[in-house]
């Protein structure tokens, strides 16, 4: 067996994360779509010969999680290692082949040196639109994943270095933006030939023997750093439950419960008590449930820790069989970040019994997935897809982030200035939310508004929402944040308030559409909150006086509002 040492150990670490940040890089450079190029929803990772996850881009927890999961299924089910040939690119969507939901399309290459097979780089993106029953194909009326839009098995996507022309063109044929995916489509296999350089060059350098050995080490040196960090924590078995609103289609909330069993160097999760599977399609597979697992562990437990498939073996994940973290098909599935934050939410919840000063309040935790569908004055069609964000909980080091992107799906925002260049929409008012963040002697971030005025003859607005009725919840006797809303102002001046999750809501001309988003918890007793920092708060308008009296508990507010 090759042995290598420390240094050679530590620099093709990090040329290996060199070469997934420059399929990163490809992918942001070359494609096509607003939800690739600007929100930057896709990830990118090398793999080992055997399919398991080496190394990573910067990118997005919640896919990088799961990848591995997705190309274990693809070579135990549907495509041996002994049948990937030199140059080919294998695609899946499917949610139950390991996937995430439909929209995210997966592709992956096999790197070959000298005729040997060293490793597997892989990418994941979110496309704009993959068909079913609503733009953007987050349908909240879905019953069934085959509503939700079109499911690619497993398959040959490029073989032997050829573009199976019939599949992509099938593809294309069954989405609203067609050529915004097809340049994503094409930004994904150049990705990966741009990593299967690179990998190849560090094979070259160092040679295969020597590669694969540090592979090996790569993932035992996070098992040793993953056990260390949970062994740091005090033996013990704690419970939580979150409530998500519901699932799109009826009143009901659904119930995720999660208890974990720390002991010595290991960690055990076990979400019996959660709800059964719902009719609506907010639903997660075991891999979506467990990207969400490996994520809140990692970032509770080891900021320092190298992330690849190392850190999941400590890890014990049990999932009821037809609950709502683990579906079984056809349950639809395309809005599943409603529940996948909250699974995060819920661990995060039983670690605060755990190790209270590690672990903040609650963020806002959800993806604020919105799409309309917009017919131009010269009657072409469009799909605007975008994702908003609210605000972080307070911890014990200070006050939640306001308006932030980062965690489980680490999202970047659309420029207002891009999307009015290319839609036919004007926002009217995009900023803070005062008084949404949760009171707390730490404060919890601000949720946010982002409003916008359709200049379409017609359209139609889809939602993916959550927290319209259980807000992020406090710690240590700070405040929930603050509750998510939507509405459309109407041309006349009439106003509706919608549900959280809605498909085809009819927009006219001059209709304006308004999202408030929730701020995070509060951390600690508001009472305790420092004067100075309240008037900090004031003075910026975070808080308003008159929450400042009720809130905090603020004795007098100065002639300029500050507290007293």
């Known amino acids: 067996m090759t042995t290598i040492d420390p240094v050679r150990l530590e620099v093709i670490r990090n040329a290996l994360v060199a070469a997934a940040e420059e399929m990163s890089i490809t992918i942001w450079r070359t494609s096509r779509s607003t939800v690739v190029r600007e929100i930057l929803d896709f990830s990118t990772a090398v793999f080992d010969a055997q399919g398991r996850n080496i190394a990573q881009s910067a990118r997005i927890p919640v896919h990088l999680n799961s990848m591995s999961d997705c190309l274990k299924r693809i070579l135990e089910a549907h495509i041996p290692l002994e049948a990937w040939a030199e140059g080919d690119v294998i695609v899946t969507n499917d949610p139950y082949a390991g996937g995430q939901h439909l929209p995210d399309i997966q592709t992956f290459r096999p790197v070959f040196v000298d005729g040997e097979r060293v490793a597997i780089v892989g990418t994941l993106c979110h496309h704009v639109d993959v068909g079913g029953g609503a733009a953007g194909s987050y349908y909240a009326a879905a019953t069934e994943i085959f509503h939700e839009g079109i499911r690619i098995p497993p398959l040959r996507l490029v073989e032997k270095g050829v573009l199976n022309s019939a599949v992509f063109e099938m593809l294309l044929y069954n989405v609203r933006q067609a050529e915004e995916t097809r340049g ?318 809605v498909s085809g809501i009819p927009l006219s001309a001059g209709d304006t559409v308004t999202i408030k988003t929730s701020g995070g918890g509060g951390f600690g007793n508001p009472a305790n909150r420092d004067p100075a920092r309240l008037a900090e708060d004031l003075a910026e308008g975070l808080v308003t006086p008159e929450a400042a009296r009720t809130l905090y508990g603020a004795v007098s507010l100065g002639t300029k509002g500050e507290a007293a």
């Open 184 to 501: 994503d489509l094409n930004a994904q296999i150049a990705a990966l030939g741009i990593g299967a350089k690179a990998v190849s060059r560090i094979a070259g350098k160092y040679g295969s023997a020597n590669l694969s050995a540090a592979m090996s080490a790569i993932l035992d040196g996070s098992e040793r750093m993953m056990r260390a960090a949970i062994s740091a924590l005090p033996d013990g078995t704690s419970s939580f439950v979150e409530m998500v609103d519901d699932d799109g289609q009826s009143e009901a909330p659904i119930r995720l419960e999660v208890t974990i069993t720390k002991s010595g160097d290991t960690i055990a999760l076990d979400f019996a008590g959660s709800s059964p599977q719902v009719r609506g399609p907010v639903n997660n597979t075991p891999a979506m449930t467990c990207s969400a697992v490996y994520y809140a562990l990692l970032a509770a437990l080891g900021s320092d820790i190298p992330a690849n498939s190392g850190c999941y073996r400590p890890v014990t994940v049990s999932l009821p069989e037809g609950s709502v973290v683990n579906a079984q098909f056809p349950a639809p599935v395309a809005g599943r970040m409603v529940v996948n934050h909250r699974i995060a939410t819920s661990v995060f919840g039983a670690l605060a019994q755990i190790a209270p000063e590690r672990i903040p309040a609650a963020y806002y935790a959800i993806s604020y997935v919105y799409a309309v569908s917009l017919v131009r004055p010269d009657a072409r069609r469009q799909v605007y897809f975008d994702i908003e964000v609210g605000g972080w909980g307070g911890h014990a080091g200070g006050d939640g982030a306001s308006a932030l992107s980062c965690g489980l799906h680490n999202n970047t925002n659309a420029p207002i200035e891009m999307v009015e260049a290319k839609y036919p929409v004007v926002f009217t008012r995009y900023g803070l939310l005062p008084d949404s963040g949760g009171a707390g002697e730490n404060r919890g971030g601000l949720g946010l508004v982002r409003e916008f005025r359709l200049e379409a003859p017609e359209g139609s607005l889809s939602t993916n929402f959550e927290r319209f009725r259980f807000p992020p919840y406090g710690i240590k006797g700070g405040a929930p944040g603050s509750l998510s809303s939507t509405t459309v102002t109407r041309a006349d001046g009439s106003a509706v308030s919608l549900n959280s999750k």
